[in-house]
């Protein structure tokens, strides 16, 4: 059974940092695409960081220069660095892995940004 657990949300100040950590229970995680989605409340559910199996990054405006995504293949881990944070940047994130008709999701973790 596919598992994908997150961790490390959790209240900070605008302008702080949080590193989210992505644990899955994937036989082939190497060969995955990974990425980090959030959803405000009201809002849809909207990729903020993607990384492809061979490493390659991409993220949308609205973070770019202030949040990093990695993957650890030996630990089967994929984390968000996030910078600078925002109160728009409060949600909950959820972490995803896709390959073929595989489409896995964890169950989230909630990034409070608020003085």
């Known amino acids: 059974q596919v598992q994908l657990v997150e961790s490390g949300g959790g209240l900070v100040q605008p302008g702080g940092s949080l590193r989210l950590s992505c644990a899955a229970s994937?036989?082939?995680?190497?060969?995955?695409?990974m990425g980090w989605y959030r959803q405000a409340p009201g809002k849809q559910r909207e990729l903020v960081a993607g990384?492809?199996?061979?490493?390659?990054?991409n993220y949308p405006d609205s973070v770019k220069g202030r949040f990093t995504v990695s993957r650890d293949t030996k630990k089967k881990t994929l984390y968000l660095q996030m910078d600078s944070l925002k109160p728009e940047d409060t949600a909950i994130y959820y972490c995803?892995?896709?390959?073929?008709?595989?489409?896995?999701w964890g169950q989230g973790t909630q990034v409070t940004v608020s003085s």
């Open positions: 990384i492809a199996s061979g490493g390659r990054t």
């Open positions: 995803n892995a896709q390959w073929g008709n595989y489409d896995h």
């Open positions: 994937l036989s082939l995680f190497s060969v995955y695409a």
